[in-house]
């Protein structure tokens, strides 16, 4: 990564390099390493050889500025990782592995080569990490705000794909790591933002909170899980992964599978910076977890049979189990009372 | 297409029906026709099942309003169109035959359902044709203007892939259809924006111009090329197609496959509406087709050997030739003067 852009002082206009400039420039900081790869950028398209008796998994989100980020608080480089850890989550939660990624940018000339190079190195850095290569992508402008899309490929062994409609009764519910971080580093910084426009004096008070602050800027996709789970010959029935919140993807298991859920309120995993900051900011923890969305965690079911594997197991956490076909999706309260679930998670239309 | 969307009375908001009764009502007017399409839309990923022994290309685009499109003369179910053929005519001119595509849209609340359905519509009657799958995809809002972004997944057998890199010495330059067609069709469109705003009462005088406004408005994509060269047994040794006009792409292939070229201006092809138009604005015909752009033909280099079989054929133009490594990209005018051609293609960001 060091060498990528090599003209670091000042700032570059994108119109001085040009599209076909911006493109070399990128190219030159990409390798290619997974045995798929064949062509990676600067082609009409990337070439990319399937592994014998493998489906092929598929995915594409797009990320707008104002909408998914904030870049008064989302520096460049954390926002490229997290458009590639958000994308390839959902490869995850196919229970297969991330192998490829094609991205595309457009921006405004308010831009500089050294911003898009920020969001470059941030994309790289996730890819390096995750062992995925940047095979292609579209640069171009924008007449608005930063608008980012990111297409990932992944693979699985033939019909092993793990889908959300196959739950059945007597399942269990079973989600990994913690939840409700990433909503509640978002209300820090918020918090900061609003302090920081009524008085641009005051530094922004982030002490203390780096782990919340990392799920919301820097959330990873839990690749490790899938590895996880082969390890310990578990396929799970059902998956999805938790990017609106827990009420919003367990109704999708339930839509989906046709099958009931009890989710027991006293299960849910969160890290205790979370509970700390909501009780500070007078919000529910279960909240955070429920509506919050962006943890990007694996939500799953599983036979009663594997239930031994996941006992005291500090990766998971079983936090229900499937009801009948038809029924409802409910939460059985700390206090022993059931409430339905409802989707409350975030509509981006009426933002 | 019928059924598509039930509720067609008025105007409905996108707020009411929510990033998933969205998803739902496209998820309703898709239906899978591929081989390898196993799942579609409504999952974390589409599953897509690999040909034995074929390679899969991948290529991604981006669409933004106010920079590729301007929807005061764009109909959405062109620019939806639109946004799938310019596509995978990158998929086509790797010789490879478009399977798939997932679609990202991004809208913001000025948009109705209806709004999107035109959008939609206009892909799927491009999928239907072309015979592609829509596998998947993205809805969002946006702060600013529309964006799309479509990647699209095709097969070429393995190792069969034609990149830009592989031209030699002695081979000949072919290029498929007409040129320049897309840039006047753009003219005319702009200039009836620029009489429409200084007086409304004026009707936009379209007449006559229809080739040359589809060429603009809804391009198709050189799938037949792609069937007819393996018709006709010839596999290109290196292809690109026109999209930023034939400058901009003869000079990828020359610097990909480190080879020069000569064209001869009067073998460009051209439309009759075309050449007419460009006489009433005063344009150069070479021009349109130089530097133009947006004709999504494809332009290629195959062995002197093959010449035959290009000889009076209605589909194909031989435009020029390649010379020796490392010389010029040079246009051989109608009178004998020889020009260097340098990329004057479209800069997005000096727009």
Redesign the interface.
Known sequence: MADMFENKDGRT???E????G?IEEIKKSVTLNQEGS??GI?????????T?N?????????Y?????FDLSYAPLKHLGYKTITATIS??C??N?MPK?V?????LS?RFSLEAVEEIYKGMLLACKLYKVDL???????????L?I?V????EVE?NK?V???GAQQNNLLVVSGDLGGAYMGLQILEREKAIYKENPEIQPDLEGNDYILERQLKPEARKDIVEQLADMEVIPTS???ISDGLASEVLHLCK?SNVGFNIFEDKIPHDHQTIDKAREFNLDPTMTAMNGGEDYELLFTVNFDDAEKFRNNPFFTVIGHTTGAGEQCQMVARDGSIHPIT?QGW?????
Chains 1, 2 share one sequence.
Do not use: C, W, Y
């Not at 707008?64 to 998914?68: D, I, K, L, Y």
């Not at 509509?347 to 933002?351: A, E, G, S, V």
């Open positions: 206009e994108l119109s390099l040009g599209e076909f911006l064949i062509l600067g082609d009409d398209a990337a070439i990319v050889r399937p014998e493998h489906d092929t998994v598929v995915s594409t989100d797009m707008m500025e104002g909408v998914h959902d490869i939660a196919m297969a490829q094609v991205t595309s940018i457009a000339n095979v292609g992508g579209d640069t171009t402008s924008s007449t608005g705000g608008a899309s297409t990932a490929f992944g033939k794909a889908t959300r409609s998956m999805i992964d989906e989707a509509n981006h239309f009426t933002q």
